[in-house]
């Protein structure tokens, strides 16, 4: 169980639990969660979030994952190299030859998921970074689902700073200078970016909605729900960035897909040929 607790302070005197809940970074769609669980309380019991506590009060938010969220994960006792631990994060040293997430289309019984599962004894798996099959190194987990929104925000501000280090074979002649061929392109395909700066995630998003839910309009909790994500994630992370590009928009009746996603994808959208009883009138 993660419980976040704050005790109010008399600068915060008269302001009600859900802006004293933006303290920590809930979105909208998560404190709705929150409050259909009833797991806001100050000083133990229950309230809602237009409860205006006192100074001295305790507020606390119970961010813990629900059991079930994530039916496709099945913990398996298989042994992790933990680099390290505290109550929000897992760093594991990932080695070659596993995979993070188990698919469908195969029977692996060992996936990254499932040993941290079983690791935490938790139904829930949320990776911060990914990793290919074939692939070692440093992956972050997050226990929560919250915590792992938290960390995929910051993976797009200035707090979050990437180093990249090569080997290189023989010595380089001449020792230093700047590299001017056009590498961009086959550094964005390593990292399975395609042109219009779209990951994997972004496409299995778009894709979900097109030929599950003929493109929309869906909603975003039933986009969640088929992709096996948080959908905290999906909306603070992944959709601005597929709003701006002009990928998806949102309508009154939930996410849509643009004809701009039908054609990167190479999708043909079926035309509106109207209703069989329009001839007969």
């Known amino acids: 169980m993660r419980v976040l607790t704050h005790t109010v302070i008399e600068a915060e005197a008269g302001q009600p639990v859900k802006q004293l809940l933006h303290l920590w970074g809930i979105s909208g769609t998560f404190l709705s969660r929150l409050k259909f669980r009833q797991a806001i309380t100050v000083n133990g019991a229950p309230v809602t979030v237009r409860f205006v506590p006192c100074p001295g009060d305790v507020l606390a ?20 190299d933990i680099l390290y631990e505290d109550e929000d994060l897992l760093l594991i040293n990932k080695p070659a030859g596993i995979a993070v997430h188990p698919a469908a289309l195969t029977e692996e019984t060992a996936t990254i998921a499932g040993a941290a599962a079983h690791y935490l004894h938790s139904e829930s798996f949320h990776a911060v970074n990914r990793l290919d099959r074939g692939t070692t190194g440093v992956m972050a ?5 919250f915590i792992h929104a938290r ?5 797009h501000t200035d707090d979050f700073r990437r180093e990249y280090r090569a080997v290189c074979e023989g010595i380089p002649c001449p020792a230093d200078g700047d ?14 970016i395609d042109r219009y700066g779209l990951d994997q995630i972004d496409n299995r998003i778009l894709s979900t909605i097109i030929d599950k839910f003929a493109g929309g309009p869906v909603g975003l909790s039933t986009i ?3 992709l096996g ?14 709003i701006k590009e002009g990928f998806l928009k949102r309508t009154p009746r939930g996410r849509e897909t643009t004809d701009l ?3 990167h994808l190479g999708r043909r959208r ?5 209703s069989l009883f329009d001839d007969l009138s």
């Open 229 to 242: 994500e948080d959908a905290g994630t999906l909306e603070e992370v992944y959709e601005p960035f597929l």
């Open 179 to 192: 590299i001017d061929l056009p590498i961009a392109r086959f550094a964005l395909e390593a990292l399975n």
């Open 151 to 155: 960390c995929m925000a910051m993976l």
């Open 270 to 274: 079926i035309a509106d040929t109207g």
């Open 61 to 80: 938010a119970d961010v813990s994952d629900l059991p079930g969220e994530h039916p496709h994960i099945r913990p398996v006792d298989f042994p992790l």
């Open 261 to 263: 996603a039908w054609r």
């Open 141 to 145: 987990v997050a226990k929560t689902g």
């Open 224 to 226: 969640a729900t088929a």
